[in-house]
């Protein structure tokens, strides 16, 4: 099955800096890589996503890139601001028999400093 | 409606307790999903219902019982439960077991004493 791991697990940034949280990811026929963000006591939000057939997206502070021959994607937050400060999770998606089958990293929590 | 809603929000129930978690979505979807979350870690799968139908259980042991009485409501029934199983369930749903844009519950906090 598949096997994703997350790096760093914890990461600390002054405000105002980038943040940047990397995973990768064993299965080729991963097709799928949403981030989610988690605050404390809430639920996994989505907050981007990105398919196979592309290389970047952006979303206005969050950019995700992947790189498919090298199987790791990255998450990208410029201009941190302390509400950003959650876990982070992201995850790929696997195509089985059973449905595509969800494979979560192990999480990233950020803390950003005022 | 783009939500999933999870009742109740905290549960603490006894070792001897019957309890039950209750998840509710109004989207559509067909696929609904039982996740267990401790601390700071990832959510893992424990149960996935395709069409009110039990197609995957993680072997999860048989004090957690889940029901899908039809396709908008999810049900836990927990019996006699450990205090390592105190965590944080969360519901999640998606159009169907092929979708990828996963909605997840609220959670509810559980604590086993």
């Known amino acids: 099955g598949e096997n994703v791991e997350q790096h760093p697990s914890t990461l600390s940034v002054q405000e105002g800096d980038s943040a940047v949280i990397k995973c990768t990811y064993s299965?080729?026929?991963?097709?799928?890589f949403p981030w989610y963000k988690q605050e404390l006591g809430k639920r996994p939000q989505l907050i981007i996503d990105?398919?196979?057939?592309?290389g970047e997206k952006k979303d206005q502070r969050i950019a995700v890139t992947l790189n498919k021959t090298a199987k790791h994607f990255s998450l990208h937050i410029t201009e941190t601001q302390p509400e950003d400060s959650a876990v982070y999770f992201c995850?790929?998606?696997?195509?089985?028999?059973?449905?595509?089958?969800?494979?979560f990293g192990t999480g990233t929590s950020l803390t950003v400093i005022p | 409606d783009t939500e999933v809603t999870q009742t109740p929000k905290h549960l603490v129930m006894g070792m001897t307790n019957k309890k039950s978690l209750k998840c509710e979505q109004h989207?559509?979807?067909?696929?609904m999903y039982w996740y267990k979350q401790k601390a700071k870690k990832p959510p893992e799968l424990m149960f996935v219902?395709?069409?009110?139908?039990?197609?995957i259980n993680e072997s999860v042991p048989s004090r957690f019982s889940p029901e899908c009485p039809n396709s908008s409501l999810l049900n836990l029934h927990l019996h006699a439960l450990q205090p390592e199983d105190s965590a944080l369930y969360l519901c999640?749903?998606?159009?169907?077991?092929?979708?990828?844009?996963?909605?997840f519950g609220p959670g509810t906090r559980l604590l086993v004493l």
């Open positions: 990105i398919r196979s057939n592309v």
């Open positions: 995850a790929a998606i696997s195509p089985s028999d059973t449905g595509n089958q969800f494979y």
């Open positions: 989207m559509g979807h067909r696929a």
């Open positions: 219902y395709s069409y009110e139908k039990l197609s």
């Open positions: 999640a749903s998606r159009l169907d077991t092929n979708g990828e844009t996963q909605y």
């Open positions: 299965d080729s026929a991963s097709n799928y």
